[in-house]
């Protein structure tokens, strides 16, 4: 099965970032948005795995849940992977880069404890669209400076997911989560 280790994002803060989307998408970029109910953050992609392998990837959830607390954050900004001269993904940055980023490096560490490839790369971000093309991004451009994105929201849990991939786009499943401490 092929999965994927995220904060799920409360429902206004997805309705939130769709009426954004919403505001952008008659620039008619050569895009494929992300679909509102699928948005969130990720901490990391595994790919396909064995079921036998959950059990595993559930106790390291468990122990990160006790060790880290839930956390306040908010969206800061527009930003662009690689850059914003040859972009390919299109998402919004939040403030809670520096404590995300330690919770995505001890869950790095101990996957790596069971087989998973250590990266560190993490970037805390809500990917909202995947370019297949610059066509029209000096209209997104223009478009983003006059946009404010000042959202807050509780992260409270970690969710493992399952990830079904369609003709329409993917389906996201929930395996399990995991509470952080309050």
């Known amino acids: 099965m092929r999965t994927f280790i995220a904060f799920p994002l409360p ?16 620039c008619h970029l050569d895009a494929k948005w992300v679909e509102p109910t ?24 468990e122990n990160i849940g006790t060790n880290f607390s ?29 404590y995300l980023r330690s919770i995505s490096l001890t869950l790095e560490e101990k996957l790596e404890e069971i087989g998973f490839k250590k990266e560190e790369r993490f970037k805390s971000h809500i990917t909202i669209a995947r370019f297949r093309s610059k066509k029209n991004l000096d209209c997104l ?27 329409r786009g993917p389906i996201y499943e929930e395996i399990f989560k995991i509470n952080l401490k309050t």
Do not use: W
Not at 50 to 56: H, I, L
Not at 70 to 98: A, H, Y
């Open 38 to 61: 699928n948005l969130h953050i990720t901490l990391k992609f595994l790919g396909e795995i064995q079921e036998a392998v959950v059990s595993k990837v559930k106790e390291i959830l």
């Open 141 to 167: 451009f223009r478009r983003i400076k006059n946009i404010k994105i000042e959202r807050s929201f509780f992260i409270r849990e970690i969710v493992f997911f399952k990830s079904i991939l369609t003709s």
């Open 11 to 26: 429902l206004e803060i997805k309705e939130s970032i769709a009426e954004t989307q919403d505001k952008l998408k008659d």
């Open 70 to 98: 839930s956390v306040n954050v908010n969206l800061k900004e527009f930003g662009f992977f690689p850059n914003e001269k040859k972009p390919r993904v299109f998402f919004i940055s939040t403030d809670q880069e520096d």
